[in-house]
Protein backbone atom coordinates (compact mmCIF):
# COMPACT_ATOMS: atom_id res chain seq x y z
CA UNK A 1 0.00 0.00 0.00
CA UNK A 2 1.81 3.17 -0.70
CA UNK A 3 1.66 6.20 1.25
CA UNK A 4 -0.10 9.32 0.61
CA UNK A 5 -0.57 12.67 2.31
CA UNK A 6 -3.75 14.43 2.75
CA UNK A 7 -4.44 18.16 4.35
CA UNK A 8 -7.31 17.97 6.78
CA UNK A 9 -9.05 21.38 7.88
CA UNK A 10 -11.48 20.19 9.48
CA UNK A 11 -14.10 21.97 6.86
CA UNK A 12 -16.87 20.47 4.47
CA UNK A 13 -14.11 19.63 1.64
CA UNK A 14 -11.06 18.36 3.31
CA UNK A 15 -13.33 16.32 5.29
CA UNK A 16 -15.24 14.91 2.33
CA UNK A 17 -11.78 14.11 0.72
CA UNK A 18 -10.64 12.60 3.42
CA UNK A 19 -13.65 10.13 3.12
CA UNK A 20 -13.48 10.17 -0.22
CA UNK A 21 -9.80 8.21 -0.86
CA UNK A 22 -9.93 4.64 -1.26
CA UNK A 23 -8.36 3.72 1.70
CA UNK A 24 -7.29 -0.10 0.33
CA UNK A 25 -4.86 1.72 -1.94
CA UNK A 26 -3.45 4.50 0.20
CA UNK A 27 -1.71 4.69 3.88
CA UNK A 28 -2.60 8.17 4.76
CA UNK A 29 -1.00 10.63 6.43
CA UNK A 30 -2.90 13.49 7.72
CA UNK A 31 -1.51 17.03 8.25
CA UNK A 32 -3.60 20.10 9.77
CA UNK A 33 -2.18 23.49 9.83
CA UNK A 34 -2.00 26.07 12.82
CA UNK A 35 -1.12 29.26 10.87
CA UNK A 36 -2.47 31.91 13.18
CA UNK A 37 -6.47 31.64 12.45
CA UNK A 38 -8.85 32.90 14.99
CA UNK A 39 -9.96 29.69 16.28
CA UNK A 40 -8.79 25.97 16.96
CA UNK A 41 -12.82 24.31 16.36
CA UNK A 42 -11.73 23.24 12.86
CA UNK A 43 -8.44 21.61 14.08
CA UNK A 44 -10.54 19.90 16.50
CA UNK A 45 -12.76 18.42 14.09
CA UNK A 46 -10.24 17.69 11.32
CA UNK A 47 -8.55 15.32 14.67
CA UNK A 48 -12.16 13.68 15.14
CA UNK A 49 -12.45 13.23 11.63
CA UNK A 50 -9.40 11.38 11.07
CA UNK A 51 -9.86 9.23 14.37
CA UNK A 52 -13.14 8.10 12.80
CA UNK A 53 -11.87 7.53 9.27
CA UNK A 54 -8.95 5.68 11.23
CA UNK A 55 -5.85 7.65 10.30
CA UNK A 56 -3.73 6.93 12.71
CA UNK A 57 -0.59 9.77 11.65
CA UNK A 58 -2.12 13.06 12.17
CA UNK A 59 0.30 16.21 11.88
CA UNK A 60 -0.39 19.60 13.33
CA UNK A 61 1.78 21.87 12.06
CA UNK A 62 2.35 24.68 14.26
CA UNK A 63 3.37 28.18 12.02
CA UNK A 64 3.18 31.02 14.42
CA UNK A 65 5.44 33.21 12.50
CA UNK A 66 2.69 33.33 9.96
CA UNK A 67 0.56 36.12 11.96
CA UNK A 68 4.01 38.09 12.50
CA UNK A 69 4.99 37.94 9.06
CA UNK A 70 1.92 39.05 7.41
CA UNK A 71 1.34 41.98 9.13
CA UNK A 72 -1.56 43.32 6.95
CA UNK A 73 -2.88 39.74 7.25
CA UNK A 74 -6.29 38.29 6.71
CA UNK A 75 -9.43 39.04 8.27
CA UNK A 76 -9.34 34.74 8.48
CA UNK A 77 -6.08 35.56 11.09
CA UNK A 78 -6.25 36.85 14.77
CA UNK A 79 -3.94 38.70 13.38
CA UNK A 80 -6.38 40.66 11.11
CA UNK A 81 -9.45 42.87 11.27
CA UNK A 82 -12.88 41.69 12.05
CA UNK A 83 -14.33 39.04 9.70
CA UNK A 84 -16.95 40.94 7.22
CA UNK A 85 -20.28 39.24 6.57
CA UNK A 86 -20.04 38.21 2.90
CA UNK A 87 -22.89 40.76 1.86
CA UNK A 88 -20.84 43.75 3.19
CA UNK A 89 -17.61 42.32 0.49
CA UNK A 90 -17.66 44.46 -2.28
CA UNK A 91 -17.63 42.62 -5.66
CA UNK A 92 -14.35 44.52 -6.47
CA UNK A 93 -12.79 43.18 -3.75
CA UNK A 94 -14.29 39.19 -3.93
CA UNK A 95 -11.57 38.08 -6.91
CA UNK A 96 -9.05 38.18 -3.71
CA UNK A 97 -11.17 39.15 -0.68
CA UNK A 98 -10.62 40.20 3.01
CA UNK A 99 -10.58 36.61 4.08
CA UNK A 100 -8.05 35.33 1.59
CA UNK A 101 -4.52 34.42 3.50
CA UNK A 102 -1.79 35.42 1.20
CA UNK A 103 0.05 32.51 -0.58
CA UNK A 104 -1.46 30.22 2.16
CA UNK A 105 -1.97 27.03 -0.27
CA UNK A 106 1.19 27.27 -2.07
CA UNK A 107 2.95 27.41 1.87
CA UNK A 108 0.87 24.03 2.68
CA UNK A 109 1.34 22.59 0.06
CA UNK A 110 5.63 23.46 -0.22
CA UNK A 111 5.23 21.64 3.31
CA UNK A 112 2.99 18.73 2.64
CA UNK A 113 5.37 18.39 -0.56
CA UNK A 114 8.48 18.16 1.66
CA UNK A 115 6.66 15.59 4.09
CA UNK A 116 5.60 13.71 1.51
CA UNK A 117 8.84 13.47 -0.10
CA UNK A 118 10.53 11.99 3.27
CA UNK A 119 8.29 9.77 4.22
CA UNK A 120 8.61 8.51 0.54
CA UNK A 121 4.55 9.52 -0.22
CA UNK A 122 4.12 10.17 -3.99
CA UNK A 123 0.90 12.43 -3.85
CA UNK A 124 -0.40 14.83 -1.49
CA UNK A 125 -4.20 15.40 -1.60
CA UNK A 126 -5.80 18.16 -1.01
CA UNK A 127 -9.46 19.61 -1.31
CA UNK A 128 -9.73 22.25 -3.24
CA UNK A 129 -13.72 22.64 -5.08
CA UNK A 130 -14.77 24.66 -8.04
CA UNK A 131 -16.65 26.94 -6.02
CA UNK A 132 -13.32 28.53 -3.99
CA UNK A 133 -12.19 29.74 -7.37
CA UNK A 134 -14.06 32.76 -7.24
CA UNK A 135 -11.55 34.27 -5.30
CA UNK A 136 -8.59 32.12 -4.89
CA UNK A 137 -5.87 31.88 -7.33
CA UNK A 138 -5.20 29.32 -5.18
CA UNK A 139 -7.86 26.86 -5.38
CA UNK A 140 -7.76 27.06 -9.11
CA UNK A 141 -6.75 24.16 -11.93
CA UNK A 142 -4.15 26.60 -13.14
CA UNK A 143 -2.73 26.45 -10.00
CA UNK A 144 -2.83 23.24 -9.68
CA UNK A 145 -1.21 22.44 -12.98
CA UNK A 146 1.77 25.43 -12.09
CA UNK A 147 2.61 23.89 -8.73
CA UNK A 148 3.08 20.00 -10.06
CA UNK A 149 5.30 22.12 -12.99
CA UNK A 150 7.53 23.14 -10.18
CA UNK A 151 7.12 20.27 -8.19
CA UNK A 152 8.07 18.07 -11.03
CA UNK A 153 11.45 19.39 -11.26
CA UNK A 154 12.96 17.10 -8.27
CA UNK A 155 15.55 14.68 -9.25
CA UNK A 156 14.36 11.80 -7.12
CA UNK A 157 11.19 11.36 -5.61
CA UNK A 158 9.04 14.41 -7.53
CA UNK A 159 5.44 14.86 -5.64
CA UNK A 160 1.95 15.17 -6.92
CA UNK A 161 -0.59 17.30 -5.53
CA UNK A 162 -3.83 15.87 -6.83
CA UNK A 163 -7.36 17.74 -5.91
CA UNK A 164 -10.09 14.85 -6.84
CA UNK A 165 -12.61 17.21 -5.93
CA UNK A 166 -11.72 20.31 -8.03
CA UNK A 167 -14.41 20.35 -10.30
CA UNK A 168 -17.19 19.82 -7.60
CA UNK A 169 -19.15 22.69 -6.11
CA UNK A 170 -19.45 22.73 -2.44
CA UNK A 171 -22.98 20.96 -2.79
CA UNK A 172 -21.64 18.23 -4.50
CA UNK A 173 -19.15 17.82 -2.06
CA UNK A 174 -22.09 17.49 0.65
CA UNK A 175 -24.01 15.15 -1.51
CA UNK A 176 -20.98 12.79 -1.73
CA UNK A 177 -20.00 12.94 1.74
CA UNK A 178 -23.96 12.47 2.41
CA UNK A 179 -22.94 8.94 0.61
CA UNK A 180 -19.68 7.98 2.47
CA UNK A 181 -22.03 8.44 5.47
CA UNK A 182 -19.68 11.43 6.85
CA UNK A 183 -20.93 13.53 10.14
CA UNK A 184 -21.18 16.88 9.13
CA UNK A 185 -22.13 17.93 12.73
CA UNK A 186 -18.30 17.53 13.12
CA UNK A 187 -17.36 19.69 10.47
CA UNK A 188 -16.63 23.40 11.28
CA UNK A 189 -16.95 26.24 8.28
CA UNK A 190 -17.20 29.37 10.35
CA UNK A 191 -14.43 31.84 9.87
CA UNK A 192 -15.63 33.26 13.36
CA UNK A 193 -15.18 30.70 15.59
CA UNK A 194 -17.83 31.30 18.38
CA UNK A 195 -19.71 29.40 20.46
CA UNK A 196 -22.21 28.92 17.36
CA UNK A 197 -21.52 29.49 13.47
CA UNK A 198 -22.63 32.72 12.86
CA UNK A 199 -24.47 31.73 9.64
CA UNK A 200 -23.06 35.23 7.98
CA UNK A 201 -19.68 34.79 6.78
CA UNK A 202 -18.45 34.22 3.50
CA UNK A 203 -18.38 30.36 4.29
CA UNK A 204 -20.72 29.87 6.72
CA UNK A 205 -23.28 31.50 3.59
CA UNK A 206 -21.63 29.04 1.03
CA UNK A 207 -22.12 25.92 3.57
CA UNK A 208 -25.80 26.97 4.22
CA UNK A 209 -25.85 27.45 0.71
CA UNK A 210 -24.52 24.39 -0.08
CA UNK A 211 -26.85 22.23 1.77
CA UNK A 212 -29.57 24.05 0.13
CA UNK A 213 -28.82 23.06 -2.86
CA UNK A 214 -27.99 19.46 -2.02
CA UNK A 215 -31.28 19.40 -0.07
CA UNK A 216 -29.91 18.51 3.32
CA UNK A 217 -30.37 20.22 6.23
CA UNK A 218 -27.22 21.31 7.90
CA UNK A 219 -26.74 19.50 11.27
CA UNK A 220 -24.68 22.67 12.61
CA UNK A 221 -26.59 25.12 15.03
CA UNK A 222 -26.12 28.64 13.75
CA UNK A 223 -26.56 31.57 15.90
CA UNK B 1 11.95 54.14 -2.74
CA UNK B 2 10.14 50.19 -3.15
CA UNK B 3 10.21 47.46 -0.91
CA UNK B 4 11.84 44.61 -1.17
CA UNK B 5 12.51 41.08 0.71
CA UNK B 6 15.71 39.70 0.21
CA UNK B 7 16.72 35.85 2.05
CA UNK B 8 19.98 36.10 3.78
CA UNK B 9 21.41 32.81 5.37
CA UNK B 10 25.10 34.42 6.42
CA UNK B 11 26.91 32.28 3.63
CA UNK B 12 29.10 34.17 0.73
CA UNK B 13 26.33 33.95 -1.96
CA UNK B 14 22.96 35.80 0.17
CA UNK B 15 25.80 38.16 1.69
CA UNK B 16 27.07 39.05 -1.75
CA UNK B 17 23.65 39.49 -3.11
CA UNK B 18 22.69 41.60 0.14
CA UNK B 19 25.48 44.01 -0.97
CA UNK B 20 25.01 43.98 -4.61
CA UNK B 21 21.43 45.38 -4.57
CA UNK B 22 20.93 48.85 -5.45
CA UNK B 23 20.28 50.29 -1.95
CA UNK B 24 18.77 54.00 -3.65
CA UNK B 25 16.23 51.37 -5.12
CA UNK B 26 15.19 49.68 -2.54
CA UNK B 27 14.18 49.28 1.01
CA UNK B 28 15.29 45.84 1.88
CA UNK B 29 13.60 43.46 4.32
CA UNK B 30 15.64 40.52 4.97
CA UNK B 31 14.98 36.90 6.22
CA UNK B 32 16.90 34.19 7.75
CA UNK B 33 14.82 31.43 8.40
CA UNK B 34 15.87 28.59 11.22
CA UNK B 35 14.84 25.81 9.88
CA UNK B 36 16.11 23.00 11.96
CA UNK B 37 19.85 23.25 10.40
CA UNK B 38 22.65 22.13 12.66
CA UNK B 39 24.36 25.18 14.06
CA UNK B 40 23.08 29.35 14.55
CA UNK B 41 26.79 30.46 13.25
CA UNK B 42 25.59 31.67 9.63
CA UNK B 43 22.14 33.14 11.09
CA UNK B 44 24.70 35.32 13.77
CA UNK B 45 26.57 36.21 10.43
CA UNK B 46 23.24 36.88 8.41
CA UNK B 47 22.34 39.44 11.25
CA UNK B 48 25.65 40.68 11.22
CA UNK B 49 25.69 41.43 7.61
CA UNK B 50 22.65 43.02 7.67
CA UNK B 51 24.15 45.21 10.61
CA UNK B 52 26.56 46.10 8.19
CA UNK B 53 24.31 46.60 5.55
CA UNK B 54 22.43 49.28 7.22
CA UNK B 55 19.49 46.39 6.62
CA UNK B 56 17.02 47.78 10.01
CA UNK B 57 14.22 45.17 9.06
CA UNK B 58 15.15 41.84 9.67
CA UNK B 59 13.11 38.81 10.77
CA UNK B 60 14.34 35.21 11.42
CA UNK B 61 11.43 32.56 10.58
CA UNK B 62 11.93 29.90 13.41
CA UNK B 63 10.26 26.13 11.70
CA UNK B 64 10.48 23.77 14.53
CA UNK B 65 8.16 21.39 12.67
CA UNK B 66 10.16 21.16 10.17
CA UNK B 67 12.98 18.87 12.13
CA UNK B 68 9.96 16.38 13.08
CA UNK B 69 8.44 15.96 9.76
CA UNK B 70 11.45 15.11 7.80
CA UNK B 71 11.97 12.22 9.70
CA UNK B 72 14.86 11.10 6.96
CA UNK B 73 15.46 14.56 6.60
CA UNK B 74 18.81 15.69 5.57
CA UNK B 75 22.70 16.16 6.78
CA UNK B 76 21.78 19.87 7.27
CA UNK B 77 19.42 19.22 9.94
CA UNK B 78 20.01 17.91 13.86
CA UNK B 79 17.26 15.53 12.95
CA UNK B 80 19.61 14.24 9.79
CA UNK B 81 22.68 11.52 9.74
CA UNK B 82 25.92 13.33 9.79
CA UNK B 83 27.34 15.36 7.14
CA UNK B 84 29.33 13.17 4.90
CA UNK B 85 32.77 14.79 2.91
CA UNK B 86 32.51 15.56 -0.47
CA UNK B 87 34.82 13.06 -1.61
CA UNK B 88 32.59 10.19 0.44
CA UNK B 89 29.23 11.47 -1.59
CA UNK B 90 28.73 8.49 -4.77
CA UNK B 91 28.50 10.59 -8.14
CA UNK B 92 25.04 8.94 -8.46
CA UNK B 93 23.93 10.84 -5.68
CA UNK B 94 25.63 14.33 -6.45
CA UNK B 95 22.41 15.50 -8.23
CA UNK B 96 20.25 15.18 -5.06
CA UNK B 97 23.01 14.71 -2.23
CA UNK B 98 22.62 13.46 1.44
CA UNK B 99 23.27 17.78 1.74
CA UNK B 100 19.83 18.79 -0.29
CA UNK B 101 16.88 19.19 2.08
CA UNK B 102 13.17 18.22 0.54
CA UNK B 103 11.34 21.73 -1.27
CA UNK B 104 13.53 24.04 1.24
CA UNK B 105 13.71 26.96 -0.92
CA UNK B 106 10.53 26.28 -2.29
CA UNK B 107 9.00 26.47 1.33
CA UNK B 108 11.13 29.60 2.13
CA UNK B 109 9.88 31.38 -0.98
CA UNK B 110 6.77 30.72 -0.39
CA UNK B 111 6.94 32.60 3.00
CA UNK B 112 8.72 35.19 1.66
CA UNK B 113 6.82 35.64 -0.98
CA UNK B 114 3.83 35.87 1.34
CA UNK B 115 5.39 38.29 3.42
CA UNK B 116 6.18 41.04 0.49
CA UNK B 117 2.71 40.84 -0.46
CA UNK B 118 1.49 41.37 3.28
CA UNK B 119 4.24 44.53 2.73
CA UNK B 120 3.44 45.58 -0.50
CA UNK B 121 7.08 44.60 -1.99
CA UNK B 122 6.69 43.47 -5.58
CA UNK B 123 10.37 41.33 -5.44
CA UNK B 124 11.84 38.63 -2.93
CA UNK B 125 15.80 38.10 -3.93
CA UNK B 126 17.59 35.22 -3.14
CA UNK B 127 20.87 34.31 -3.89
CA UNK B 128 20.69 30.65 -5.78
CA UNK B 129 24.12 30.52 -8.20
CA UNK B 130 24.71 28.46 -10.84
CA UNK B 131 26.92 26.03 -9.05
CA UNK B 132 24.32 25.12 -6.98
CA UNK B 133 22.71 23.74 -9.93
CA UNK B 134 24.52 20.27 -9.76
CA UNK B 135 22.44 18.98 -6.99
CA UNK B 136 19.31 21.21 -6.17
CA UNK B 137 16.94 21.44 -8.56
CA UNK B 138 15.67 24.45 -6.22
CA UNK B 139 18.96 26.52 -7.54
CA UNK B 140 18.09 26.57 -11.22
CA UNK B 141 17.17 28.61 -14.06
CA UNK B 142 13.70 26.30 -14.43
CA UNK B 143 13.08 26.57 -11.11
CA UNK B 144 12.55 30.05 -10.98
CA UNK B 145 10.80 30.12 -14.43
CA UNK B 146 8.44 27.72 -12.73
CA UNK B 147 8.10 29.29 -9.25
CA UNK B 148 7.30 32.62 -11.13
CA UNK B 149 4.59 31.39 -13.18
CA UNK B 150 2.83 30.10 -10.38
CA UNK B 151 3.60 33.11 -8.05
CA UNK B 152 2.11 34.95 -11.06
CA UNK B 153 -1.42 33.97 -10.89
CA UNK B 154 -1.91 35.94 -7.96
CA UNK B 155 -5.24 38.02 -8.47
CA UNK B 156 -3.69 41.29 -6.69
CA UNK B 157 -0.34 41.84 -5.69
CA UNK B 158 1.93 39.19 -7.89
CA UNK B 159 5.45 39.38 -6.35
CA UNK B 160 8.59 38.44 -8.72
CA UNK B 161 11.19 36.20 -7.26
CA UNK B 162 15.04 37.12 -9.05
CA UNK B 163 18.00 35.65 -8.38
CA UNK B 164 20.34 37.82 -10.15
CA UNK B 165 23.17 35.88 -9.15
CA UNK B 166 22.06 32.61 -10.94
CA UNK B 167 24.38 32.78 -14.18
CA UNK B 168 27.38 33.48 -11.48
CA UNK B 169 29.62 30.83 -10.46
CA UNK B 170 31.00 31.34 -6.46
CA UNK B 171 34.27 32.25 -7.51
CA UNK B 172 32.19 34.87 -9.54
CA UNK B 173 30.83 35.84 -6.45
CA UNK B 174 33.60 36.09 -4.32
CA UNK B 175 35.06 38.34 -7.18
CA UNK B 176 32.06 40.50 -7.12
CA UNK B 177 31.60 40.67 -3.39
CA UNK B 178 35.59 41.79 -2.85
CA UNK B 179 34.45 44.81 -5.67
CA UNK B 180 31.76 45.36 -2.92
CA UNK B 181 33.32 45.56 0.53
CA UNK B 182 32.00 42.13 1.73
CA UNK B 183 33.96 40.98 4.65
CA UNK B 184 34.13 37.31 3.87
CA UNK B 185 35.71 36.54 7.47
CA UNK B 186 31.64 37.68 8.66
CA UNK B 187 30.38 34.51 6.31
CA UNK B 188 29.39 31.63 7.47
CA UNK B 189 29.43 28.25 4.60
CA UNK B 190 30.75 25.00 6.65
CA UNK B 191 27.63 22.82 7.11
CA UNK B 192 28.90 21.11 10.41
CA UNK B 193 29.15 24.16 12.68
CA UNK B 194 32.12 23.18 14.97
CA UNK B 195 34.74 25.89 16.43
CA UNK B 196 36.15 25.90 13.17
CA UNK B 197 35.38 25.69 9.39
CA UNK B 198 36.11 21.71 8.55
CA UNK B 199 37.29 22.26 4.96
CA UNK B 200 36.00 18.80 3.61
CA UNK B 201 32.18 19.14 3.45
CA UNK B 202 30.61 19.93 0.38
CA UNK B 203 30.66 23.23 0.62
CA UNK B 204 33.52 24.22 2.19
CA UNK B 205 35.51 22.08 -0.43
CA UNK B 206 33.23 24.91 -3.18
CA UNK B 207 34.27 27.93 -0.87
CA UNK B 208 38.05 27.18 -0.79
CA UNK B 209 37.54 26.38 -4.33
CA UNK B 210 35.76 29.14 -4.88
CA UNK B 211 38.54 31.65 -3.29
CA UNK B 212 41.19 29.90 -4.88
CA UNK B 213 39.73 30.42 -8.82
CA UNK B 214 39.05 33.79 -7.39
CA UNK B 215 42.53 34.61 -6.89
CA UNK B 216 41.97 35.39 -3.32
CA UNK B 217 42.73 34.32 0.26
CA UNK B 218 39.60 32.83 1.97
CA UNK B 219 39.68 34.72 5.55
CA UNK B 220 38.06 32.54 7.47
CA UNK B 221 40.31 29.75 9.45
CA UNK B 222 39.93 25.80 9.02
CA UNK B 223 40.64 22.96 11.54
Redesign the interface.
Known sequence: MQKAVVLVSGGIDSTVLLFSLPRQDYALHALAFRYGQRHQRELECAQRQCDTAGVQNV?C??????G??????STLMETGGPVPDLDDIPQALR??PPTYV???N??FL??A???A????AARVFYGAQAQDEYGY??C?P??LE??N??LS????RAVTVEAPLLRNSKADNVKLGLALGVDFSMTWSCYRGEMLACGRCPTCVERLNAFKQAGLPDPLPYQ
Open positions: KVSMPFLELLQEGDQPHRMLSIAAYESIGWDTVFRIALLNRR
